[in-house]
């Protein structure tokens, strides 16, 4: 049981070094292939809503599962997936190697933040979730730059291989050492789908929809931000990035401390901190050091907004159906991946690329009226079951 949530962890990075790998090597697919880079690009985003619209479906069908068959599996098929990628030949190839990976992606991170719950117990419930979630932030510090400074010099292939071999040999420490944990044979008593007719869950989801959404309507675009706004060159862009994800491990790991006690609180901070951070950001420009201190706190911010808008959601289902729960947040949280990009490049569009910051924190501000709502209704269930007793 020592090694099942940092295995999670090391999963977490497989899977989202597998995700975002992409990123980097588009123009070099475009080239090879002879696509568009807008047609690769759309990838990214294929990718992202093939996780929002299966992931609950999938991990309502694969729930009974023994875990750690489930975890080998889901690796092993983004593996799979990454083989396909590695191997195409054309864009068709390419894109259902893509979709294959993305089929495997909601259905381990919602059995992964449920069973990491499970085995910590309600009062350090949330402190394993951050610990899974590190591997987020260290993905993107150094399994996606890794796997791009690969296919510099290797090809863009070499990305997706690399990615292959993480998720296959994560998957065989996952099989040799993770425990066997069966599926609460209570949680088939109760409807998940039931849970989607509560206004306070889907008040939380609307929540995570604009703290996501947020969080990438201005990060989707940082590099474009630092090169042509703030006259950074290409390689210092490479190392900013990679100090916003490792600022972004302090934050997962701060809100680690606080979101099992304040898991709406917590969220709050992180959103609010993010909304200024991101909004100051562009102007500050002129002066890199300044920027760069933003650009610090910005990034432990959008980590610890992943955790605390996972958590907080997770805890207001029933414990019996928080890995449906985990698996709809998971969907939502892609579903603001994507609108926030779209977003992004229409305020580019419209106004300019200086602008999407601003753009970010008004809709994290209505992300923060969503947890006003959220208390209030909380406060008012809480007084009519005192009153019920």
């Not at 306070?200 to 590099?223: D, K, N, Q, V």
């Not at 680690?256 to 969220?267: H, I, M, N, Q």
């Not at 305020?347 to 209030?376: N, Q, R």
């Amino acid at each position: 049981m020592k090694l099942a949530v940092p295995l999670l962890a090391a999963a977490a990075f497989a899977m989202l070094t597998n995700e975002f790998n992409i990123i980097g090597v588009i123009p070099l697919i475009a080239h090879d292939l002879n696509v568009p880079v807008s047609k690769v690009g759309l990838l990214v985003s294929a990718f992202a809503f093939t996780v929002a619209v299966t992931g609950p479906f999938l991990t309502l069908a694969l729930r009974r599962i023994e875990r750690r068959l489930l975890f080998t599996a889901v690796l092993s098929v983004t593996l799979i997936g990454a083989s396909v990628a590695a191997l195409a030949t054309n864009y068709f190839l390419l894109a259902s190697g893509r979709v294959l990976s993305a089929l495997a992606l909601p259905v381990y991170w919602s059995m992964a933040t449920a069973t990491a719950a499970r085995i910590a117990g309600p009062e350090r419930a949330g402190s394993a979730i951050s610990i899974v979630f590190s591997g987020v932030a260290i993905a993107s510090v150094a399994g996606s730059p890794l796997t791009t400074i690969l296919a510099d010099e290797f090809g863009w292939r070499i990305s997706f291989a690399a990615g292959g071999v993480v998720c296959g040999g994560i998957a065989l420490l996952m099989w040799l050492f993770f425990p066997r944990i069966v599926a609460d044979c209570d949680e088939t008593q109760v409807s998940a789908l039931k849970i989607l007719s509560r206004p306070l869950f889907l008040l939380h989801l609307g929540m995570s929809l604009l703290a996501l959404t947020a969080m990438f309507t201005s990060y989707t675009y940082l590099a474009d931000v630092l090169v042509k706004v703030g006259r950074f060159t290409v390689a210092s862009t490479g190392w900013l990035l990679m100090a916003f994800g490792a600022s972004g491990i302090v934050g997962n790991a701060i809100a680690g401390k606080f979101v099992d006690a304040y898991p709406l609180r917590s969220a709050v901070v992180a959103i609010a901190v993010g909304a200024v951070a991101m909004a100051a950001f562009p102007g500050l420009l002129s002066n890199h050091g300044l920027a760069i201190a933003v650009l610090l706190v910005w990034g432990a911010a959008h980590a610890a907004g992943f955790v605390t808008n996972h958590v907080r959601t997770i805890r207001s289902a029933p414990p019996a159906l928080q890995d449906f729960a985990a698996s709809v947040n998971v969907s939502i949280f892609n579903a603001g991946i994507g609108l926030g990009a779209v977003v992004g490049g229409k305020v580019i569009d419209a106004v300019g690329l200086k602008e999407v910051g601003v753009a970010g924190a008004m809709s994290g501000a209505l992300a923060l009226v969503g947890a006003g709502l959220i208390h209030m209704v909380s406060e008012t269930l809480r007084g009519a079951r005192s009153t019920a007793k």
